[in-house]
């Protein structure tokens, strides 16, 4: 547990003492622990990851002031679905913090989503490269109108097999470390 902004976050950092960091943003309901499977796989990687898990008191001062206290300068940033949502406007306000971006099944903020809700019209675009994971048509075509607000590479991939399943943990370690290796 990281204390900040006085409650405090499930937060769970492992793998190699050497190496870039991966920054992952849980989804609603997801305990750090539920990452742990695609972490492994990043730890082969020789990538070291903190996973933050999902509470809905976060804001990015609060995720700056986890990695501040973790003594974490930059890394590749990674949300899962609500995740991603904070995620998104982490790498679009703290370019100096971020040196990739990984996102599930959203879009970027300013992108209306399947109900036709823009959650921030006034997000930046994001300049850092940027992969776009999806799991359904609705978060492929917001996914796909989100690439005018990516100032950088931008990849969108679609999931290969079930969401939970272990291709899909695979496919999801794999995009996170090409984007560690651009970096």
């Not at 190699?16 to 991966?22: A, L, M, N, S, T």
């Not at 622990?33 to 996973?51: K, P």
């Not at 989503?113 to 959650?119: A, L, P, Y």
Request: neutral net charge; proline residues 6%; contains cysteine.
């Amino acid at each position: 547990m990281v204390t900040v902004d006085g409650f405090g976050v499930p937060v769970s950092v492992t793998g190699p003492e050497k190496g870039p960091f991966v920054v992952v943003l849980g989804a609603a309901q997801h305990a750090p622990a539920a990452y742990d499977a695609v972490c492994q796989r990043l730890h082969t990687a020789s990538t070291r990851t903190v996973v933050i898990g999902a509470d809905p008191r976060l804001h990015p001062k609060a995720v700056v002031g986890i990695l501040d206290a973790l003594d974490v300068r930059w890394g590749v940033l990674v949300g899962d679905r609500a995740g991603a949502d904070l995620a998104w406007e982490l790498a679009a306000t703290r370019l100096d913090r971020f040196t990739g971006l990984v996102v599930i099944d959203r879009g970027h903020p300013r992108v209306p989503d399947q109900n036709g809700v823009v959650r921030d019209e006034n997000c930046p675009p994001v300049e850092i490269n940027t992969t776009a994971l999806v799991s359904t048509p609705a978060a492929r075509a917001a996914a796909k109108a989100s690439q005018r607000y990516v100032y950088s590479d931008f990849r969108l991939v679609e999931f290969t097999g079930r969401r939970n399943a272990a291709e899909s943990t695979a496919q999801l370690a794999a995009e996170i470390v090409l984007r560690t290796s651009t970096w």
